[in-house]
């Protein structure tokens, strides 16, 4: 009784506690070793909502599909096949930072760009949508909307990601604007520190950015096979997003509430502060 | 008095075109100051043609540039505007596709490098501030980051106050003589000085006093 179709899911009838045993030996003391050592990350789906990734980029390597978000009239939203590669570039550098950390994780592009700047909130919506029906592990958003309408209607899909074990992890806005969905508590919310080790990062107990990794000058796979050196939250983003594949690659049955529970165990302040 | 026709009799008294250009045009200079960069411009998103079009250009010495449009969710300038991110490249490797192609296909200059970031007002992204070639001797920093959002911000209110004003502009133009009449009566009485101001103030008052009852 350990599947989690048939634990009790509203409430908790006497004598049932025995089926909330946990498939997961959780040690005395969560280690860094103990949460991905010897992990590359292998069949843990990620899935990269961006500008779509470049096909055959060197540091990106083979990908497992790419589809694109499009906006019809009345905000109708088709997800159609992509052969487009990268309008942009972003895409690729997340999708090379991701590998870069767990080598044998599965790629997948969600393209969100290129509808246009109007329809780009709706497109956002449909794609996170999308990936969440599609089940990937992990779903790196490297961006974010001021619209308040979005705001709603992407806690939603935030929130149907958490219950459906799918771990969404955001670029904090290091503006002072409200943007969304890095602020929902049910998201992993990364900002920058100015460190160089691709494996450090740090739990900030004054939310809402909740983690800090990796974002100011890091060599990122660019167009044309090519890389760039780049600074900004958005690059933070994927290096948790690898960090989260490693964990879900060893231990593929934790919850996005016991992924971050690790992840705060085994940050670099938290680790530091325990020896 | 609708909103429309109270921001345009407000148009009629405010800064002319040439100022928020002036504006404009200071921003990307002080931008390209602070960070010592080889040059700075800024795009402003034109609702109308979901396209983003160059407002401001310093340092390249062509301001032909002006005008130019590109689509407004592709390139770097079109993904900073779309997902509200700053974001600072360098070393780009020389790719035909990458950020820079618009710029270096009418100017000849081709960035090795920028810094991108959105200028948001309340809840819209109005249009992307671009620095480009910062000296690349020294290591970016994210206080550096932090400078770039300030800026940005400021520029931002620049922004929308010259959108706010071209919006007024174009409701005057469409409503023909009657609201010119009022946006120059309003202008008319702002120029005044002491008691004729006030003269002016008091003959306003009566005459709204008297077609509103």
Known sequence: MSSAEHLPAWSLPAGAAESLELPTEWPGRVTREWAWGDSTGKDVRVCILDSGIELGHPLVGEIEGAVAVEVGPGDEIRVVEDAEGDLCGHGTACAGIVRSIAPDCKVFSVRVLGAGFTGSGTALLGGLRWAVENGFHVINMSLSTTKSQFAGLLHEAADAAYFRRTVLVASAHNMPVESYPWRFSSVISVGSHEETDPLAYYYNPKPPVEFFARGVDVEVAWLGGGSARSTGNSFATPHMTGICALVLGKHPELTPFQLKSTLYLTASNVVEADE | ?213
């Open chain 2, 1 to 213: 008095m609708s909103n429309d026709l109270r921001a345009a009799v407000a148009a009629g008294v405010m800064a002319s075109e040439d100022a928020h250009r002036s504006l404009l045009q200071s921003t990307v200079e002080v931008a390209r100051g602070i960070f010592s960069a080889k040059a700075a411009t800024i795009f402003l998103y034109d609702e109308e043609t979901d396209e983003l079009v160059f407002e401001a250009v310093s340092g390249l010495g062509a301001q032909a540039l002006i005008g130019n449009r590109i689509p407004s969710s592709t390139g770097i300038a079109g993904w900073v505007l779309v997902t509200r991110q700053p974001l600072v490249l360098e070393d780009v490797s020389q790719d035909p596709r990458w950020g820079g192609r618009e710029i270096a296909e009418r100017t000849g200059y081709t960035p090795q490098g920028l810094m991108a970031v959105p200028l948001i007002h309340e809840e819209d992204s109005v249009g992307v501030l671009q620095v480009l070639d910062r000296p690349q001797e020294t290591r970016f920093s994210l206080e550096e980051m932090e400078l770039l959002g300030l800026f940005a911000n400021q520029s931002a209110i620049g922004l929308d106050l010259l959108r706010k004003a071209r919006r007024a502009r174009g409701v005057l133009d469409e409503s023909g003589v009657e609201v010119e009449a009022l946006a120059r009566l309003a202008g008319a009485v702002d120029r005044l000085e002491g008691p004729k101001r006030q003269a002016g103030l008091d003959l306003l008052r009566s005459l709204e006093g008297l077609i509103t009852h």
